[in-house]
């Protein structure tokens, strides 16, 4: 159990003796670390309840706290706060009785089944920069969720069936007709391996997305190709199948670097026998109906004060659209994998279609009452104009280059700050690597999901202040200090009681962890997880500047020192884990 949850639990009993709710026992980290560590402020409400004054409650709290030796201070402050401060040797105690295997006091969820949805990706197109803030957030909520014990899995959701298909596959077929995917007399024996390259591919999606604007006849050949891929043309599949291969395999390789993993490789092709049931079901159901030419279903409700338009099913031609797909793909998942939530990491400006789309599940059985659909939705990564970030010629830039950009950028950092300088050029790359990732993925995390940001190079590979590369060099540091500590000799011991300032606010540091876990979890927002390690790797550091661990004569202190460094080892460890952030060995 945490810290502040047994506090809770110890005020909630004093609560609870004057016959109130234990819920007013709720104790949190105090506002004002000058006047207290923690504070309890549940007095004002419940002197409602009591019909009393609100610092007479508080008062009768403090008296009837069953046990007060953890307490070297109790005291009132304000209408009815109470301030809490811990004897130093509760505290250590505390802390001494925290592991990596309790989690570190962490309470686990009652494990739900989550499928977490955050990535987005076309095929055939090369990921941008739009497509780092889902993947990086949505891996790092799941992993959050995975630790709290859950069932999570996690799919990239691939933009896979649909026009863009059709019109590549009629291009293709006028550049080389006599490719044996375009004889329709064949229908098996295709080449295993694709005829087509990554390069190739992003190379021709345009040029054939821009033919079908300017020619009907090609637009005309497109949907028809469309059709018949979709009704299962063998040499089309076929074809379409390399494309998607070579794509996947492409994304792999930037989603790897960012170490962001997806469970499920689906797409709106794993999805496509569910579109013509569901569509004539709630259609038959009468949830579905017609409004000029077009299956629509009414979303909207009496509650409402602005208007929410109908979701629309299919076009007046009968044609699905992305609203088809995405409420069949939440059938699946509840049927398929028994989802209770499902959560969507896009763009936040696609809000009103996700509202759309979740309450036409919810109305149409779909997706059960008790299954949860939310979009937590993100901002974007801009330039310095404060506009989406693109190139100098006003295209996308790709997600592939920034991650290039910014390694570039952390080893000339690292070579700037003299680090790694008497390692070989394989682990100076290695670690440029990983440098240069953090420094990107931290610089992005530290802000909240929903918010825009201006995308700052040199800012987010310095290794001073709130900086990924500042993370990690904490991170190194704490294993170095161990490393010198086991040459030695020494080992780490029991946490005795605190003497400084610095020693006692990084016991405090460390107590937090479950709440920032919990909250994070609960907001969907890695900020939170990404402030606290910033602020447990800055108390660390002046923690480390007046307790001389190595030169400390005082055996159980430096026993007790090291146990510190261990424990904050591991929490950073595991922060950096959850933001998904690998840790180099050295620096």
Known sequence: MSLTATLSQMFGDAFASQGLDTSYGTVVVSARPDLAQFQCNGAMAAAKQAKKNPREVAQSVIDNLVDKTPFAELGLAGPGFVNITLTDEYL?????????????????????????????????????????????????VKQTLRYLGNDVVGDVHLGDWGMPYGQLIADLEDRFPDWPYFDESKTDGYPETSPLAIEDLQVLYPQAALRAKEDEDFAARARAAVVELQAGRPGYRALWQHMRDISIAAMKKVYDRLNVHFELWYGESTINHR???????????????????????????????????????????????????????????????????????????????????????????????????????????????????????????????????????????????????????????????????????YGDLQNHRSSNYIFDVDRFTSFDGKTGPYLLYGAVRMQSVLREAGGRGLAAGTVIAPTVDQERNLMLQLARLPEVVARTAEHRAPNHIAEYAYELVADFSRFYEVCHILREEDQA???????????????????????AIDVPERM
């Open 275 to 441: 579109l013509k049931p569901m569509v004539k079901r709630v259609s038959d159901s009468g949830d579905a109906y017609e409004s000029d030419g077009a299956l629509v279903i009414e979303v909207m409700t009496d509650e409402d004060t602005k208007e929410i338009p109908p979701l629309l099913v299919l076009k007046s031609d009968g044609a699905s659209l992305y609203t088809t797909w995405d409420l069949a793909t939440i059938e699946d998942r509840v049927e398929e994998f028994g989802a209770e939530e499902i959560l969507y990491f896009v763009d936040v400006r696609q809000g009103l279609h996700f509202e759309q789309v979740f309450r036409a599940a919810h109305k149409t059985g779909i997706a059960p009452p008790e299954v949860v659909l939310e979009h937590p939705g993100n901002g974007t990564v801009n330039g310095p104009d404060g506009k989406p970030f693109k190139t100098r010629d006003g295209g996308l830039l790709t997600l592939r280059e920034l991650i290039d950009m910014v390694v570039e950028r952390a080893a000339q950092r690292i070579e700037e700050n003299a680090l790694a300088a008497e390692f070989d050029d394989e682990e100076k790359g290695e670690i440029a690597e990983m440098v240069g990732v953090a420094a990107l993925k």
């Open 557 to 579: 202190r430096q026993a007790s020192w090291l146990h510190l460094i261990e424990l904050a080892l591991a929490e950073l460890r595991l922060l950096l884990s959850l933001l």
């Open 92 to 140: 250590a105690e505390y802390i001494d009785s925290l592991d990596e295997e309790s989690k570190f006091g962490t309470l686990t969820d009652e494990p739900k089944k989550i499928v977490v949805d955050y990535g987005g990706p076309n095929v055939a197109k090369e990921l941008h920069v739009g497509h780092l803030r889902p993947a990086i957030i949505g891996e790092s």
